[in-house]
């Protein structure tokens, strides 16, 4: 099996590494990711200025490709130059922080998955959710590779994508995997606000995990919980409910004629 | 009707002055956006530095507030700071290129809007297909006062998002109005391998609206074919159908156990 492996914290971030050492049975790894860290970039793809790739080398070992770019940038060059053939999957990861709720739209992360998935591929964005509380990145990672193990298995199908969230205690009390829903509610955020000393204000965004609802079966209750958050996604937004509404709508001829009849 | 008005071309940008001018008798404008150009910073939401908020003059007018973060930083910090009470809905734009298929993914526009949505206001992001054809801006912001108009007869609820795609052709010439759903292919698009002046490879994506798939009914197929585009969007990814397949498979105990069985 040929596996693709990148990530949105950069080439030299540990959760890359532990992942990359925790699947290395699983089949041949290749790694092509971003230069420098990409947190939080979504899913951007760079028009503006060429790309590069790297041959990456850490204590005299070739450790993969850095693209000064975005993940997806990484996983479109990787198919297009590096891997000739394509790779039979493409993960993403391990981040450290969930992606869960309506982060999972601003992670970058997810975005390579996506990426991968839009081209084709199955892909596994993956997600240890780190905290003061936990931080074993090589115990997630074990549990990552455990969990790719099952997905791989079952043969997951192209331009399918699969959003693996790991809980923020040892794997030795994980309650096991549930399969869950995004969390589509907004989570409690605020602004804190101070002045500077030249007595001028500032706002400083107050963001949390923690939102006014609950809701059992989502992403972010599950991780909670202690459960391995498995969550499908897709990646065509459009709303079905909605669009059988406004189909009924009056939206007038063409906004031209309707334009000339006010005047 | 107290409207919030926003984009990620930044303040300064031709669009969204040419919107507020033509919305301006629909209700009261507020503008607030970013202080520079955001595009393709898809949903980023501002945690590493504070925010600031600036009352921006332009020709000694008073024009909105910027703010030193992306689009969805924008909507965030005027619905809790700057518009007690909340907006009655949200528009973004006008965004200069069309915002379809998997682009809406990193737009930047259309996360301001997701961002709304969320936070449980309605909200429309409007784009217009730029092109060396046809760019007259102030056309297509009479045409995107009207498609908004349209909108806010027929009532839209808390949290639905209408992506609005505007054509690269005269309003005289558009189609009128069509419902449409997210194109949910990949777009062809290609690296150019050169050489730098030292004999080194770069890679230089060169991005289309084109693809190998057509699909009638879809945001990109509707605008090319000269009508305006309204596409309901949903910020849930969730696949339900892959949800239903996935609760079946065997994904074993907890990851520890199954970790000291092989072992």
């Given at each position: 099996m040929k596996i693709l492996?990148?990530?949105?914290?950069?080439?030299?971030?540990?959760?890359?590494?532990?992942?990359?050492?925790?699947?290395?049975?699983?089949?041949q790894?290749t790694?092509?990711?971003?230069?420098?860290?990409?947190?939080?970039?979504?899913?951007?793809?760079?028009?503006?200025?060429?790309?590069?790739?790297?041959?990456?080398?850490?204590?005299?070992?070739?450790?993969?490709?850095?693209?000064?770019?975005?993940?997806?940038?990484?996983?479109?060059?990787a198919i297009f130059e590096i891997m000739r053939g394509g790779p039979d999957i493409?993960?993403?990861?391990?981040?450290?922080?969930?992606?869960?709720?309506?982060?999972?739209?601003?992670?970058?992360?997810?975005?390579?998955?996506?990426?991968?998935?839009?081209?084709g591929f199955?892909?596994?964005?993956?997600?240890?959710?780190?905290?003061?509380?936990?931080?074993?990145?090589?115990?997630?990672?074990?549990?990552?590779?455990?969990?790719?193990?099952?997905?791989?298995?079952?043969?997951?199908?192209?331009?399918?994508?699969?959003?693996?969230?790991?809980?923020?205690?040892?794997?030795?009390?994980?309650?096991?995997?549930?399969?869950?829903?995004?969390?589509?509610?907004?989570?409690?955020?605020?602004?804190?606000?101070?002045?500077?000393?030249?007595?001028?204000?500032?706002?400083?965004?107050?963001?949390?995990?923690?939102?006014?609802?609950?809701?059992?079966?989502?992403?972010?209750?599950?991780?909670?919980?202690?459960?391995?958050?498995?969550?499908?996604?897709?990646?065509?937004?459009?709303?079905?409910?909605?669009?059988?509404?406004?189909?009924?709508?009056?939206?007038?001829?063409?906004?031209?004629?309707?334009?000339?009849?006010?005047?």
């Amino acid at each position: 099996m040929k596996i693709l492996l990148t990530n949105d914290d950069g080439i030299y971030a540990p959760g890359i590494a532990a992942l990359k050492r925790s699947i290395q049975d699983l089949g041949q790894v290749t790694v092509v990711a971003p230069d420098i860290e990409q947190s939080g970039v979504g899913h951007s793809i760079t028009f503006g200025h060429p790309l590069r790739i790297r041959e990456v080398h850490l204590n005299n070992e070739f450790i993969g490709y850095g693209v000064n770019g975005s993940p997806a940038d990484c996983v479109k060059l990787a198919i297009f130059e590096i891997m000739r053939g394509g790779p039979d999957i493409v993960i993403s990861g391990l981040n450290m922080g969930a992606n869960v709720g309506i982060h999972i739209l601003y992670s970058g992360t997810v975005a390579a998955a996506v990426e991968a998935a839009i081209m084709g591929f199955p892909s596994i964005a993956v997600s240890f959710d780190i905290s003061e509380r936990y931080d074993d990145v090589n115990d997630a990672s074990k549990v990552a590779r455990n969990v790719i193990e099952s997905i791989t298995r079952h043969k997951l199908q192209k331009g399918s994508l699969l959003n693996v969230n790991i809980p923020s205690c040892p794997s030795s009390q994980m309650k096991g995997v549930k399969i869950t829903r995004q969390f589509a509610h907004d989570f409690r955020e605020t602004f804190e606000k101070r002045k500077d000393p030249n007595g001028k204000d500032y706002y400083w965004l107050i963001g949390t995990n923690k939102s006014i609802h609950h809701e059992e079966g989502t992403d972010i209750s599950a991780v909670n919980e202690g459960y391995i958050s498995v969550t499908p996604l897709r990646y065509d937004l459009t709303d079905q409910y909605l669009y059988k509404k406004i189909e009924d709508w009056d939206w007038g001829s063409t906004p031209y004629e309707r334009d000339n009849k006010k005047s």
